[in-house]
C-alpha cells in the first residue's frame, strides 16, 4: 500500500518538476527569443518559460531543504530578472513555516490543485478495447501533428488559447523524458496524451480531444497504452493534477486514481 505521506509527496512533486523543467529546456532549445530556463535553489525548481506560461512558477518549495528569507529572496530574484510574478505551487506536506513565511511577504493564495495517484501495479482494472481506435507514441517530425491535434480540443475555449496550446504543444512533444501519444481512428488523429517518465513515477498531462469526437473512448484507450507503457518502462506509481471537483478529476477517480492531497498556488507581483 503507498501512503499520501511526505515521502511520496517528495516523489511527486519532484516528477512533475522534472517533467515541467523539461519542456522549459525545449522551450530554450527551440525559441530562443522567449530566454526560457530554470534554476534549482534548495532543493526548489524555479522555471521560467514566458511571463504567459502555465509552467513560470515554482516546484518543490520546503520540500527538500529549509527554506529561508535568503532563499526565498534569490528565487523571486530570478522571476524579476524575467519581468515576471512569482508563483509557488505548494504542497500541504512541505514545511509548516512557508505559510507564515509566505503571507508576511505579501504573497496570496489563489489556485488549488488536486494531486492525484494511483499504484500501476494495483491496475487490475479491465479495460474493453474499442477496435475503431488505436494509440500509439507519436514519431519524430510528428510534433506538430500532435500539437494541432491537441489544440483542436481547445477550440471550445477560445481561439487565443487554441494558439497557445498549438505553440505549447509542439514545445511538448519534443521535450526530452516525454512520450508524446496520439490516439486514431482510421488513421484520422482525434485524441492526445502525454507521458512523462522519471525513475518509477509517470506523470500523465495533455489531454485533449477534438470536440466532434468525445466520448467515443478516446482518452480511455489513451490512459490505458500510457499506464501499460509506463508499467513496461518500471513505473510502480502513476501521476495527475486536476481542479478539485472537475470533470477531470471524476475521470481519473473512475479509472483508479485517487487524490494524495490538495496544493496552494501562493502568488506574488514582483
Not at 500500500?1 to 512533486?13: G, N, P, T, V
Not at 530562443?32 to 518549495?61: M, N, R
Request: aromatic residues 8%; glycine residues 8%.
Amino acid at each position: 500500500m503507498i501512503y499520501a505521506d511526505h515521502s511520496l509527496s517528495q516523489k511527486l512533486e519532484r516528477t512533475e518538476a522534472r517533467a515541467n523543467a523539461a519542456v522549459v529546456e525545449s522551450r530554450a532549445r527551440h525559441s530562443h527569443e522567449i530566454a526560457a530556463e530554470w534554476i534549482k535553489i534548495a532543493g526548489t525548481y524555479a522555471l521560467f518559460d514566458g511571463c504567459v506560461s502555465p509552467l513560470t512558477q515554482t516546484f518543490c518549495l520546503g520540500m527538500f531543504d529549509e527554506i529561508t528569507e535568503t532563499e526565498l529572496s534569490s528565487i523571486e530574484s530570478f522571476f524579476r530578472k524575467h519581468g515576471a510574478a512569482v508563483n509557488h505551487e505548494v504542497s500541504p506536506l512541505a514545511d509548516i513555516s512557508l505559510m507564515s513565511m509566505l503571507n508576511n511577504r505579501g504573497y496570496r493564495p489563489i489556485e488549488l490543485s488536486n494531486v492525484m495517484f494511483m499504484s500501476i501495479d494495483d491496475q487490475t482494472r479491465a479495460y474493453a478495447k474499442i477496435s475503431s481506435i488505436s494509440t500509439r507514441i507519436i514519431n519524430s517530425g510528428e510534433e506538430k501533428l500532435w500539437a494541432q491535434t491537441s489544440a483542436q480540443g481547445w477550440l471550445t475555449e477560445g481561439v487565443n488559447l487554441s494558439d497557445f496550446m498549438l505553440d505549447f504543444g509542439i514545445i511538448s512533444a519534443r521535450s526530452q523524458g516525454g512520450f508524446a501519444f496520439i490516439a486514431e481512428i482510421d488513421a484520422k488523429p482525434i485524441a492526445t496524451g502525454m507521458l512523462f517518465i522519471f525513475d518509477d513515477v509517470a506523470l500523465l498531462g495533455g489531454a485533449s480531444t477534438a470536440p466532434e469526437q468525445r466520448g467515443l473512448g478516446a482518452q480511455s484507450a489513451l490512459l490505458q497504452a500510457r499506464l501499460s507503457f509506463a508499467q513496461s518502462r518500471g513505473c510502480n506509481i502513476a501521476m495527475m493534477c486536476a481542479a478539485p471537483g472537475s470533470q477531470s478529476q471524476r475521470n481519473a477517480e473512475k479509472n483508479g486514481f485517487g487524490v494524495a492531497y490538495t496544493r496552494t498556488k501562493w502568488h506574488r507581483e514582483i
